[in-house]
């Protein structure tokens, strides 16, 4: 399954460090680069800002999921984060962003690819599947909810 | 049971789009009212609507970021909204149409 090529154990933080947009992008971000999925830093988090100026990716029901398609990105990659509190995000519902999905798509992004997005997008919309990855214990059990596509 | 037909759409097309669906055809099942969404991704045109779902439906709902061609949903009640209001508002919007509250699109006003 694709998923699996997408996230891995090394893209989950369960303790997001930041207080801001801003930090969380920026940490989020850096996770890319350890996982060599981005070519240039600086050159993504551009693509991340350009597209966030179109509309904040601050969705509400506390998820945020800044993304770009980026000639930078070298590894189609989703990084997962989380953060106890929550972070303003110019949520669209004023709620502060405690589940952080960073998404990371070459500009020529393959289909499938794409349908698993589809696909976690829409999962994210149920309230049961937030509560479970924000109670998830370990990165396995997020990861074996993030493996779950039915 | 009543139908109504959706479009969703957005810049990139790698979330919003499918968020918006799932939303709105979750409020459908809950509302009782039968969703069908076509979803503009970076995918491609999904669920495409046809000519029969539009002529069947009560009215539609466009929750998009980009410019969606209305033309051929000319004389039915129409509400075209940015993308995040059919993520947060997908009940209202349905209830909305329910209720009989929307203008009646034309495609010559536009």
Known sequence: MVIQDLITIHSIDLNLEASTKDEAIHALARILDKNQAISSFEGFIQDVYEREVMTSTGIGYGIAIPHAKSKFVTKPSVIFARHDTGIPFDAMDGKDAKLFFMIAMPEDGTQSHLKVLAMLSRKLMHRDYRDALMDAKTKEEVLSLLYTMD | ?110
Do not use: W
Request: overall charge neutral.
């Open chain 2, 1 to 110: 049971m009543k139908k109504i037909v959706c479009v969703t759409a957005c810049p990139t097309g790698i979330a919003h789009t499918y968020m918006a669906a799932e939303m709105l055809e979750t409020a459908g099942k809950a509302l009782g009212v039968d969703i069908k969404c076509e979803t503009n991704g970076s995918i491609g045109v999904e669920n495409p609507l046809t000519k029969k779902d539009i002529a069947e439906s009560i009215g539609v709902i466009i929750a998009s970021d980009i410019r969606i061609d209305k033309k051929r949903f000319h004389g039915k009640p129409l509400i075209d909204v940015p993308i995040r209001k059919g993520i947060q508002e997908a009940y209202a919007l349905i209830q909305r149409l329910l209720d009989g509250y929307v203008k009646v699109y034309d495609h010559t006003e536009d």
